[in-house]
T-cell receptor, first 110, second 113 residues
């Protein structure tokens, strides 16, 4: 099976940087996704990591360490619209199930 | 030009009724999914179809029956609705199987009274 762990909630100020962590235990690891979900809306794709290292996309970056079963999503220059839940999801070889973590709620305050 | 669409957006019904949710994608993807997101916001896979063939069937009561008339459509029929079925149901699609990015529909909020 898969075990995915994320902290549940954090509050940060506009303009700040936040790091959202995700740890996982799985066999046949085939990549990790980050999704953003605003309240009452659908999850939207942010990033995908399959190799170790940092992927940067504008204000958002995602890091993966396969040996440690660890990923983080870094949000820079926080904006009010970044208030949302951030979900990590793990893919395994041989199937297309995405196993989602419970999500981390980020609240951005002025 | 909506990529993944679902109807209805909201569904309120009585226990014991039968209801359906429809999903369509215009991305040309081969694979479609149904997810359930409960009140604790935990998103869990229910079913997946690839080119109209069922490839994932998680431990879901057989009151839930998916149907894929073609690869652009995946519907979900639920018989004998129960209180515990209240949740948001998301449809998603991806180009293929494996680690292809999944794109989600807007969700259907089902409330069973």
């Amino acid at each position: 099976g898969q075990n995915i762990d994320q902290p549940t909630e954090m509050t940060a100020t506009e303009g700040a940087i936040v790091q959202i962590n995700c740890t996982y235990q799985t066999s046949g690891f085939n990549g990790l996704f980050w999704y953003q979900q605003h309240a009452g809306e659908a999850p939207t794709f942010l990033s995908y990591n399959v190799l170790d290292g940092l992927e940067e996309k504008g204000r958002f970056s995602s890091f993966l360490s396969r040996s440690k079963g660890y990923s983080y999503l870094l949000l820079k220059e926080l904006q009010m619209k970044d208030s949302a839940s951030y979900l990590c999801a793990v893919s395994r070889y041989g199937n297309n199930r995405l196993a989602f973590g419970k999500g981390n709620q980020v609240v951005v305050i002025p | 030009d909506t990529a993944v669409s679902q109807t209805p957006k909201y569904l309120v019904t009585q226990m014991g009724n039968d209801k359906s949710i429809k999903c369509e994608q215009n991305l040309g993807h081969d694979t479609m999914y149904w997810y359930k997101q409960d009140s604790k916001k935990f998103l869990k896979i229910m079913f997946s179809y690839n080119n109209k063939e069922l490839i994932i069937n998680e431990t879901v009561p057989n009151r839930f029956s998916p149907k894929s008339p073609d690869k652009a459509h995946l519907n979900l029929h639920i018989n004998s609705l129960e209180l515990g079925d209240s949740a948001v149901y998301f449809c998603a699609s991806s180009l293929g199987t494996g680690a292809d990015t999944q794109y989600f529909g807007p969700g259907t909020r089902l409330t069973v009274l």
